[in-house]
């Protein structure tokens, strides 16, 4: 298949490779020069405007954006509407808000225009050799594309959740998630860093991934961080939200729907902005593990 692909960042670039890889032509466009320029070192085209890339493209247009939440894409996607006709397809790749997901796929459908949100799950190096993707959208529309996310998608490793907002929503969860584990594993660190200062915890890390309950790739991620950097005191415990565990315990306000782990994992993360702990160097670390998220030095 052949697609345009917008937004060459850490996860955009991986993805464009991924693509090729799989014998999808791809079109890669960017507002950064310089990601561009990576892009085509890589062997992969480039466009230099959003009107030639989607002229390169074939009669029924396949659009994926890959760029962070919020107006950004409202933005793209206004543009691009004046290039495209009924029954191109628009996938967003990102982390959108379901919410906002819902909006944008009614106001596309009025034009024809069909909209697919794909929560898109693996980090940057999922997204080179495999991700886990969570779609929603019209099922036909889905069909159309499911060659596109079962060839990027591990094993097993991509699923339709149902209509338009369906596949942000999942992922918002799967993010609400993940920010518990990491919390209770950067918590579980500090209270044996406090034991015993001397213990070798990228050890215990790699110890627990042969056999143990909680073997798992953030294990592996925490084993990695800490064999970089001992106790990792280099870095300061300021771990970010980008917004999906936020969205996620506002979801389950309004739905009442108890989230007392994920709720205390999101307070938590604010409250890193203020107190350096062990624990919150590890979910800084994590998230720099897995997404390429920037962490604060010393």
């Known amino acids: 298949m052949q697609l345009g692909l917008i937004g060459l960042g850490k996860m955009g670039h991986n993805l464009a ?159 609400g998630i993940e920010y518990g584990m990491m919390q209770a594993i950067g918590e579980g660190f500090e209270l044996m860093n406090k034991f015993n200062p001397d213990l070798d915890l990228a050890s215990v890390a790699r110890v627990w991934n042969y056999g143990s309950v909680v073997r798992s790739w953030l294990m592996e991620l925490s084993q990695r961080a800490l064999e970089k950097d001992k106790n990792l005191e280099s870095i300061k415990g300021v771990a970010h939200s980008s917004g999906e565990g936020k969205w996620a315990v506002e979801s389950a306000l309004d739905m009442g729907v108890s989230l007392p782990v994920i709720t205390l994992s999101l307070l938590m993360r604010y409250r890193t902005q203020t107190d350096d702990t062990l624990s919150g160097k590890l979910v800084a670390a994590l998230r720099n593990e897995f997404g390429g998220h920037g962490v604060e030095r010393k």
């Open 17 to 175: 490779l991924n693509f090729t890889r799989n014998n999808h032509k791809v079109y890669g466009y960017d507002t950064s020069t310089a990601a561009m320029e990576r892009l085509k070192e890589d062997g992969v085209s480039t466009c230099s405007s959003l009107e030639e890339m989607v002229h390169n493209l074939p009669a029924r247009k396949i659009i994926w954006i890959m760029v962070p939440a919020g107006k950004t894409i409202d933005i793209i996607i206004n543009n691009l509407s004046q290039y495209l006709r009924p029954g191109d397809v628009i996938i967003d790749g990102g982390n959108s808000n379901y919410k906002d997901t819902q909006t944008r796929g009614r106001e596309l459908e009025k034009v024809g225009i069909q909209l697919l949100d794909c929560g898109t799950s693996g980090g940057v190096d999922g997204a080179l050799h495999g991700v886990c993707t969570m779609i929603g959208g019209a099922p036909d529309v889905f069909s159309y594309c499911e060659p596109l996310f079962k060839s990027i998608s591990v094993e097993n490793g991509y699923l339709y959740c149902g209509p338009i907002g369906s596949g942000h929503f999942v992922k918002m969860v799967h993010n």
